[in-house]
T-cell receptor, first 114, second 115 residues
Framework: AQSVTQLGSHVSVSEGALVLLRCNYSSSVPPYLFWYVQYPNQGLQLLLKYTSAATLVKGINGFEAEFKKSETSFHLTKPSAHMSDAAEYFCAVTRPFGNEKLTFGTGTRLTIIP | NAGVTQTPKFQVLKTGQSMTLQCAQDMNHNSMYWYRQDPGMGLRLIYYSASEGTTDKGEVPNGYNVSRLNKREFSLRLESAAPSQTSVYFC??????????????FGPGTRLTVL
């Protein structure tokens, strides 16, 4: 079975500062990994995905994530936070076979301090 | 394309009442999913349908039933609502082909309160 752990249910950063949201995964096979964002009162929107190609993945809104097999991590970063980045972020994992389900982490709420 | 649509957006029920949450997608996806989202618990899978005519239990199926009406529509039914089912419900869909990832597309959610 796969799982993801998101360290820190709440993260606050100042506008213009680095954003770092942590995700560690557990999987018996090389996984596919995803980051989703949820703005208030909305559904989830895909930010970026890792599907065994490049280990550094670039997504929308200036976010990127790096797959590190040795650390079983897939942390999400953005060099400079913007007020519009305030949202909840979810990491998810799946196996790359067939029609597999996603397993989500518990989420990290990002607050941007003006 | 509307993507994934859900109705209703909000609902208040009394304990013991029944209701059906509707979901439709216009992306011709094979797979559809129902999740519930509760504070501090992320998204938990209730039921899913890998293809038209099939449904399977997810992590938290108790108290729910589903129907894959056709390729587009996947409904979630609460036969006898309980306060523990107060949650935000999300429907999602995805397309799987060999060698491709399972990116899921989400609807806007239904906020359900059971009194």
């Amino acid at each position: 079975a796969q799982s993801v752990t998101q360290l820190g249910s709440h993260v606050s950063v100042s506008e213009g500062a680095l954003v770092l949201l942590r995700c560690n995964y557990s999987s018996s096979v090389p996984p596919y990994l995803f980051w989703y964002v949820q703005y208030p009162n909305q559904g989830l929107q895909l930010l970026l995905k890792y599907t065994s190609a490049a280990t550094l993945v670039k997504g929308i809104n200036g976010f990127e994530a790096e797959f590190k097999k040795s650390e079983t991590s897939f942390h999400l970063t953005k060099p400079s936070a913007h007020m519009s980045d305030a949202a909840e972020y979810f990491c998810a994992v799946t196996r790359p076979f067939g029609n597999e389900k996603l397993t989500f982490g518990t989420g990290t709420r990002l607050t941007i301090i003006p | 394309n509307a993507g994934v649509t859900q109705t209703p957006k909000f609902q208040v029920l009394k304990t013991g009442q029944s209701m059906t949450l509707q979901c439709a997608q216009d992306m011709n996806h094979n797979s559809m999913y129902w999740y519930r989202q509760d504070p501090g618990m992320g998204l938990r899978l209730i039921y899913y349908s890998a293809s038209e005519g099939t449904t399977d239990k997810g992590e938290v199926p108790n108290g729910y039933n589903v129907s894959r009406l056709n390729k587009r529509e996947f409904s979630l039914r609460l036969e006898s609502a309980a306060p523990s089912q107060t949650s935000v419900y999300f429907c999602a869909s995805s397309e799987w082909t060999r060698g491709r990832n399972n990116e899921q597309f989400f609807g806007p959610g239904t906020r359900l309160t059971v009194l």
